[in-house]
């Protein structure tokens, strides 16, 4: 089944950065489109950054210039890459693959990330 496993969060100072990584299985990786989500708490979960199966970017508003998503279909894995972290980027990050047939879709548990001085 379709498996999606988030890492790379943790405690991070404003101005920081961190990868994130979501590593993918149980579907033809390369042929699908990933995106990263995230939630905040007491917030809905919001769309942050998608990558296209030919590896055209599209991202918030909200991170624009900060983050870079990237792909390695080898690796069966998506990045996000933060810089210049901000306290409003604590969240929950998820990833997902948005186009599998629905009845396959499904979310990670997350992975947290806290900035804070």
């Known amino acids: 089944q379709v498996q999606l496993v988030e890492s790379g969060g943790g405690l991070v100072q404003p101005g920081g950065s961190l990868r994130l990584s979501c590593a993918a299985s149980?579907?033809?990786?390369?042929?699908?489109?990933m995106r990263w989500y995230r939630q905040a708490p007491g917030k809905e979960r919001e769309l942050v950054a998608t990558?296209?199966?030919?590896?055209?970017?599209i991202y918030a508003n909200s991170i624009k210039g900060r983050f870079t998503i990237s792909r390695d279909n080898v690796k069966a894995t998506v990045y996000l890459q933060m810089n210049s972290l901000k306290p409003e980027d604590t969240a929950v990050y998820y990833c997902?693959?948005?186009?599998?047939?629905?009845?396959?879709?499904?979310w990670g548990q997350g992975t947290q990330v806290i900035v804070s001085s």
């Open positions: 997902y693959a948005p186009y599998l047939p629905a009845d396959r879709r499904s």
């Open positions: 149980g579907f033809t990786f390369s042929s699908y489109t």
């Open positions: 990558i296209t199966s030919t590896g055209d970017t």
